[in-house]
Structure formats: C-alpha cells, structure tokens
C-alpha cells in the first residue's frame, strides 16, 4: 500500500489519503513492471508512435545526455545556447526593432501547444522585473486578435513577434501570421525585421519563399509533439525572453524524470499514474477536476486539458480494438471554485475525482503577514479551504489527492509539468493505448475545409443569380449541401456585410420553424 509520497530534497509530495481505497502496488507489480520498462524504451529512442514512425523524445529536451544518438544531443545543446543567445541580445538592445527601438513586448502566434505551454507557464512565473511582456495570439477569433493588437498598437513597432508552426499547415496559425503582416503593414512597419518563426525542419513554413526574410528561426523536431513542446523552442524561447529563468525550468523537469524512474514505491509519476487506473478502472468515462490553490497556477487545469486528454482520450488500443479511453479535465482555482462547482463535486455524481495543488509558500514576504481574523492569516485560510474540501470530500466517499511543492518558481514549475507528462505515458501503458498521436483531431480540421470550400460554393451560386433573394432551403438544393449548414453561413455572411448576402435570404429553410 502507499498513500504518501514525499521527496524532501524539492518539497514534492503527494497525498493520496483522500482515496476511499489505498493504492496497491502489490496487486499491480506487472502493469508497473511493464509501464517502467516501456518508458525506458521511449527514453531509449524506440519507435513510440507507430502510426507516424517516428520517436517520441521530449524527455531529451531536458537531459540532452539521455538522447539515442550524439547528433540528437548537439542539436538539442545547439538550439538551447541559441535561445539563450537571442534572448540576451534582445535584452542587451544588440538587437532592435523595425524602426531601431528596442524590444518591449512579445506576441506568441500558435494554437493548442504552441500556446498552451508558454501561456501556462509564463503567467505562472510572471514578475514585476519582467524584461519583456508576453501576449498571445492563439485562435482565428477576428475579435479577439484585434483586442491584442490593439493592446500592442501604440508599442507595434518595438513588439516581437513568434509564429510557431511544427508542419506550417495550421490554418488557426497561417491566419494569425497573415492578420498580423497585416496589422504590420497597416502602420507601415516592416514585419519581418521583428518576426521569428519556429517551425520543422523542410516544413512549409520553413521552406515559404520568404524563408530569408525572417529575423530569426528556430527548429522543432518530429519527436516533439505539440502538448509536450513547452520545453522546446516553443516554450523557452518566449519564456527566456520574458525573463524566466529557463535552465531552472528544465532543471526541475529533469529532476522529477529522474525521481520517476526510481522504483514503484519512489515513483511520484508512476504512483499518480496508478492513482488515475485505481480510480477510473481502466476505463474511459471518469473525470478529473484539477484544483491549485494558487491564482499563479490558474491556467494549469486548462494546460492538462491537452496534455491528458489529446494523449489519453483514444477510440482504439493499440490491438485496434475500440475501448474509447478518456480522462475528461476541468477546473480553475481554489477557493473560488468552493462557490462554484465543488458543491457538485461532493454531493453529485461519483464519476469524478478530484487532484489539489498545493503551494505553501503564501507569498514572497513572508515576515509581514497581517492576521486578517482567528489569529490566522490569508494563506492560513487558503490552505483550511483546501484542506478542509478535501475532508469534505472524504467523508461523503468520494476520491481526491494533493500534490504539494514549496514554492511557485521557475524549477517547481518544471517538476509539476514533467510530473503529469510522465504519468501520461505510464497511464497509457497500463490501459495499452498510444499516448502519442491524435488522428481524431483532424476529423474537424478536415470539415472545417470542406465547409469553407461550401462556402464559396454558395457565394459562386448567389452570385449567377445578382438580386434574386431566396431562403436557405434553395441555395442548399442548388448547392447539394445541408440546409441547416447553408443557413449558418449565410447568416454568418449577412452579419458580417457580405454585399452578396441580404438577411432575408437566411431567415428560413426547410425544417426550421422561425
């Protein structure tokens, strides 16, 4: 049996006495056995992901020693001290903006790994001493990159921009990449004197006939995937020109691989691992709610939600036999969430389990604290909510663990993130899926093209018939296309001008009642 991991060199604990039954490493030696050992060979450079032949090496990013081959080693070294490199230069004013001011913003273009990681990570870690401020551009909401541009309008010309792209095909990203040329060219700012791309390799991207033009790129590498790319140049890169202490970061991640690759019972990554099986048996269905008690850690429930469920949330093992895996993600923050849906967490459905984090350093000073009621402080009382919810949780026989580090800095934030990258892969072992590919995340990708290419079809049939005005239903039948499909996208063209589209023509179509 074991309910508590603690490691008291780094403060990295786990608590799993708010599980209704202990773990049993006994009655599950084998599925531990063999999760270790297929770790061991993915760290080794084994074919991992099947599907696309290719290793899956993220581990390497931060023990570049561990990678199966020197040249794998060097480049890793390579990109890092380049980073580093660029970093400085930028905060030393060696290099400057289009109009020769210096750099003061960062504008991250990317979407789900691209974004997630360094998103997390740099409000996690932010600072008053800052040197540079990060914003993201991570969907193709029109809306929503203008309120970021806006934000950077006045500071256009000293903001820095990062396009990250792994194959260059990403049309969440093209778009971004093409509305900020555009805002660029708007106030006559040359775009590229202030770009730096991170991409494949012979991806498009890499090889677009403006490849020359950009001020800098950076690699990625086909045994990096996306959820598990915030230590690569996707990560480090804007985190480094933020003015995160980047090496403390992988050096966290690195210690906490090495403390997962320790026997079961010092494993925290196989015990979490374990604790995820126990808890779901196996099986697909169960829910998670994340929980940090720390505002700084708000967005790691939102990070998870890639990082677990892209790796975990499977229709076939790998026999090909459809068992439909998942782990579905939620949360926020504590205590807030003690006013939201913790009620429904304690006395509603038993298909959900709940994982504190716990941070017990309050705040950076430490020596003045007011009392703020019952000879307690705020983060007396932070820490009884947290406590005390799990109490609640227990005594109404549901499940929930805490994980607890010390501090909210640079080397913690590295060891949280390996921690959950690690357990993944061994959860993955144990239900006998491939933690490392995502074919269903195409689906919509692909009919989101085919709705496009409807689109145009539509405005190619209005436009034979200038001034005829007819209801959905009949631009459906002259294009083949279904009506309620047809009906969304004509209004969504009347709301947005289209001169082609007049609102009289969406107001109906067969089957819908106004």
């Not at 921009?161 to 660029?184: A, D, H, P, Y």
């Not at 967490?345 to 604290?369: C, K, M, S, W, Y």
């Not at 001034?467 to 459906?476: E, I, R, T």
């Amino acid at each position: 049996m074991a309910n508590f991991y603690f490691d008291e060199a780094t403060g990295l604990s786990l608590d799993f006495n708010g599980l209704q039954k202990p773990l049993d490493l006994a009655a599950n030696a084998e599925l531990l056995q063999k999760a270790q050992a297929n770790m061991q060979a993915l760290e080794g450079g084994a074919i991992a992901n099947p599907d696309e032949q290719r290793m899956v090496g993220h581990y390497w990013l931060r023990a570049p020693q561990l990678a199966p081959t020197p040249e794998i080693c060097q480049e890793i070294e390579q990109v890092q001290a380049a980073i580093w490199q660029f970093a400085e230069q930028v905060h030393s004013g060696r290099i400057l903006g289009c109009t020769g001011q210096p750099f003061r913003n960062v504008l991250v273009v990317g979407i789900g790994g691209s974004s997630l990681g360094p998103v997390f990570v740099s409000e996690a870690l932010q600072s008053p001493t800052d040197r540079l401020r990060l914003f993201f551009i991570d969907n193709t909401d029109p809306d929503g990159m203008d309120m970021v541009l806006g934000r950077l309008e006045a500071e256009l010309a000293q903001t820095l921009v990062i396009v990250i792209s792994k194959s260059g095909g990403t049309v969440e990203t093209q778009n971004g990449l093409v509305e900020v040329r555009s805002f660029f060219a708007k106030h006559d700012l040359n775009f590229f004197a202030n770009a730096v791309r991170v991409t494949q390799k012979g991806s498009p991207f890499d090889t677009a006939p403006d490849a020359d033009k950009w001020l800098a790129s950076f690699p990625m590498w086909d045994w990096v995937g996306g959820r598990t790319s915030v230590l690569s140049a996707v990560g480090l890169l804007p985190l480094a020109l933020q003015g995160v202490d980047c090496r403390q970061l992988l050096a966290g991640a690195a210690k906490c691989d090495e403390l997962s690759r320790q026997p079961a019972a010092q494993n925290p990554a196989l015990l979490l691992a374990l604790a995820w099986h126990s808890l779901s048996g196996g099986q697909g269905g169960t829910s998670m709610a994340v929980l940090p008690y720390k505002d700084r850690l708000q967005l790691f429930a939102k990070y998870l939600q890639q990082l677990i469920m892209e790796s975990i949330g499977k229709e076939f093992d790998l026999a090909g036999r459809k068992v439909r895996q998942g782990l579905a993600v939620f949360g926020n923050k504590g205590s807030s969430d003690q006013h939201s849906y913790v009620q429904q967490l304690v006395a509603g459905p038993e298909n959900v389990f709940v994982t504190f984090i716990e941070v017990l350093r309050d705040r950076a000073n430490t020596i003045h604290q007011p009392i703020v009621r019952d000879e307690s402080t705020s983060g007396d009382y932070l820490q009884a909510f947290m406590l005390g919810t799990s109490k609640a949780l227990r005594d109404h026989g549901k499940n929930s663990f805490i994980i607890t580090v010390r501090d909210v800095n640079p080397f913690n934030v590295g060891m949280l993130i390996a921690l959950f990258e690690r357990a993944v892969g061994f959860y993955a072992s144990f239900v006998g899926i491939n933690a490392y590919h995502q074919p269903a995340v195409e689906f919509g990708k692909k009919a989101a093209g085919e709705i496009i290419a409807l689109k145009n079809r539509l405005l190619a049939e209005m436009s034979k018939q200038p001034g005829v005005f007819q209801p959905a239903d009949f631009w459906a039948e002259q294009t083949a296309a279904d009506p309620a499909l047809v009906w969304h996208l004509l209004r969504h063209l009347a709301a947005n001008g289209d001169a082609a589209v007049k609102t009289q023509a969406v107001l109906e179509f067969a089957g819908v009642e106004r």
